[in-house]
């Protein structure tokens, strides 16, 4: 089944402490991207990568890090998370071709104390 | 400046009445728009691309360059359709999904 697949679903932690979500796609897409929802402000993408090691920043990346050193893998680093980072992130993948959507996972949630 | 605007945060309604969530969008060029729907505490699901002029679960959009808009629109609500709907815009050379604030729809029975 093709799938995007994001661990943890829900991880409660405190300021400071360097934590990563990671993010795995299994239909061999070029294309990642890391997004954050927030109330009343909708989806906004952090970071996106075209290809194993290319990647770079979204609208919102202050904070974050990120590494595409396989295809299928698109890990996000939070080396000292802060509550504001507190939110509901979501990965997606999409394959490098026009038109095509993009495939979410279920969604991380995070809370920052 | 690239921009989607959903300027309704709630759209409620009752079982059998028509639905409309409105999108407009700001963008220079030929835009690739989509409707993607998130039920509760799932993911985002795709619902349909303004390239396709597809419909699905009943759910319908336009593209209305003279506009900027991409509405969607159904003829009848079901409750099953309550849910957090986003309209979105593909941009920077399809490496950026712009995201409106989202449109929640509550169909009441």
């Known amino acids: 089944e093709a799938q995007v697949t994001q661990n943890p679903r829900y991880l409660i932690t405190v300021t400071g402490k360097k934590l990563t979500v990671t993010c795995s796609q299994n239909?061999?897409?070029?294309?990642m991207s890391w997004y954050r929802q927030d109330p009343g402000l909708g989806l906004r993408q952090i970071y996106y990568?075209?290809?194993?090691?290319?990647?770079d920043k979204g609208d919102v990346p202050e904070g974050y890090k990120v590494s595409r050193k396989e295809k299928r893998n698109f890990p996000l680093i939070l080396e000292s998370p802060s509550p504001n980072q507190t939110s509901l992130y979501f990965c997606?993948?999409?394959?490098?071709?026009?038109?095509?959507?993009?495939?979410f996972g279920d969604g991380t949630r995070l809370s920052i104390l | 400046a690239q921009r989607v605007t959903q300027p309704e945060k709630l759209l409620s309604v009752f079982k059998g009445a028509p639905v409309e969530l409105k999108c407009n969008y700001s963008?220079?060029?030929?835009?690739?728009l989509f409707w993607y729907v998130q039920y509760s505490r799932q993911r985002l699901q795709l619902l349909l691309r303004?390239?396709s002029r597809e419909s699905i679960k009943g759910f319908t959009a336009d593209l209305n360059k003279g506009e900027t808009s991409f509405h969607l629109k159904k003829p009848f609500a079901q409750e099953e359709d309550s849910a957090m709907y986003y309209c979105?815009?593909?941009?920077?050379?399809?490496?950026?999904?712009?995201f409106g604030a989202g449109t929640r729809l509550a169909v009441h029975p």
């Open positions: 990568s075209m290809n194993v090691e290319v990647t």
């Open positions: 303004h390239i």
């Open positions: 997606a993948s999409r394959a490098d071709s026009k038109n095509q959507p993009q495939h």
């Open positions: 979105a815009l593909l941009s920077g050379g399809y490496n950026k999904l712009i």
């Open positions: 239909m061999n897409h070029e294309y």
């Open positions: 963008y220079s060029g030929s835009p690739e």
